[in-house]
Nanobody
Framework: QVQLAESGGDSVQAGGSLRLSCRASGYTNGIHCMGWFRQAPGKEREGVSGINFYDGSTYYADSVKGRFTISQDNAKNTLYLQMNSLKPEDTAMYYC?????????????????WGQGIQVTVSS
């Protein structure tokens, strides 16, 4: 089992930046794909960014390309999401996920381990 703990959520104004962190603990040896998802009120959950540990490839939703950057620190078992030029439409609960493999660039939603989620609010 893998446990994931997100941190770094906050309320910021449009144009601001935040860095989300996701620390993994437990049995992390089998994790080869991690990613960030988000869900806004009344909307479906969507993939924001994913990273494949096998080859280091990264994936981004079109809505965040050029503004968000995903990265990892293996020594700290931590995944990051640097979010710049934030927009009100980025407001959502953000979730970290981990899986043994990636599917279309992201952890498989039905098979991944999930964090509790953390709120990001961007005001105009």
């Amino acid at each position: 089992q893998v446990q994931l703990a997100e941190s770094g959520g906050d309320s910021v104004q449009a144009g601001g930046s935040l860095r989300l962190s996701c620390r993994a603990s437990g049995y992390t040896n089998g994790i080869h794909c991690m990613g960030w998802f988000r869900q806004a009120p009344g909307k479906e959950r969507e993939g924001v960014s994913g990273i494949n540990f096998y080859d280091g490839s990264t994936y981004y939703a079109d809505s965040v390309k050029g503004r968000f950057t995903i990265s990892q620190d293996n020594a700290k078992n931590t995944l990051y999401l640097q979010m710049n030029s934030l927009k009100p439409e980025d407001t959502a609960m953000y979730y970290c996920a981990a899986d043994t493999v990636c599917w279309r660039g992201y952890p498989r939603p039905t098979l991944a381990s999930w964090g509790q989620g953390i709120q990001v609010t961007v005001s105009s």
